[in-house]
């Protein structure tokens, strides 16, 4: 393997405040053969405007249909054989897509690539209700679409993201590729800046109850999966 052509995805929406702090760092990557699939969602803002000043992007429509539309969509899109997605206001490290790139090259079974992130208030903003605050201590593993490089066929294998949850949808497909025994390396490197503010989907007022709402139906979920796997007609 050479230097594969990555497909980086990014859904906008109303994204025009942070939105060139994200496609600049993604432009200060070391390593250079990536495309930028911005996937606009018809915002009311100038995200769009911004997103095409930026020569690698090519923008793909997607209108109200929700964040796990949005990164299937570009998935879709995507002429590259390794996917990487990027929120809008997040950042990357100048070196993320290089480790990335690095361990798939030292271990070409691997099929998922994982990160850290560290968690960062956005300056003037108050800590956001329902956020924990110890999140902005140090970093942490991230099983989350920022912090991380798929191959593009797992999407193939184990299925794209599940447009039933509005906002959980990553949380739901990483748990289901680790069940799916998917071949993943964690990177002991922070990868991603994650911005906290009061616009992010899940700190949404309105949000918020929907966000804990999935998050106990995924517990549900999880709990009948395994009392299935345990039950006699399973075979276990």
């Not at 070391?30 to 009311?44: A, H, K």
């Not at 996917?83 to 993320?96: F, K, R």
């Not at 066929?153 to 990483?174: L, M, P, Q, Y």
């Not at 069940?179 to 616009?199: C, F």
Request: aromatic share 8%; hydrophobic share 40%; charged share 25%.
């Amino acid at each position: 393997m050479n230097d594969p052509l990555i497909s980086v995805v990014m859904p906008i929406k109303d994204a025009e405040l942070y939105l060139a702090d994200a496609l600049d760092s993604v432009n200060g990557q070391t390593y250079q053969n990536y495309e930028i699939i911005v996937v606009d969602d018809g915002g009311d803002d100038g995200g769009k405007t911004i997103a095409l000043r930026y020569p690698r992007v090519r923008t793909v429509s997607q209108t109200g249909r929700g964040l796990a539309n949005a990164w299937n969509t570009g998935i879709a899109s995507a002429r590259g054989p390794f996917i990487a997605m990027l929120d809008s206001d997040d950042l990357w490290t100048p070196t993320t897509l290089s480790k990335h790139v690095d361990r798939f090259k030292a271990d070409p079974a691997l099929e998922c690539v994982v990160g850290r992130a560290k968690f960062f208030l956005q300056a003037g903003q108050s800590i956001p209700p329902g956020f924990k605050a110890a999140l902005l201590e140090g970093d942490h593993v991230a099983y989350m679409a920022g912090a991380s490089m798929i191959r593009r066929n797992v999407f193939h294998r184990v299925g794209t993201f599940e447009e039933r949850w509005k906002i959980a949808s990553d949380i739901e497909w990483f748990a289901r590729i680790r069940r799916s025994g998917v071949n993943i390396w964690v990177i002991d490197d922070v990868l991603l800046h994650k911005r906290i503010h009061a616009s992010n989907l899940s700190n949404v007022t309105a949000m918020t109850p929907v966000y804990r709402e999935e998050l106990l139906q995924l517990a549900s979920e999880s709990v009948l999966r395994q009392r299935s796997a345990r039950s006699p007609d399973s075979g276990n």
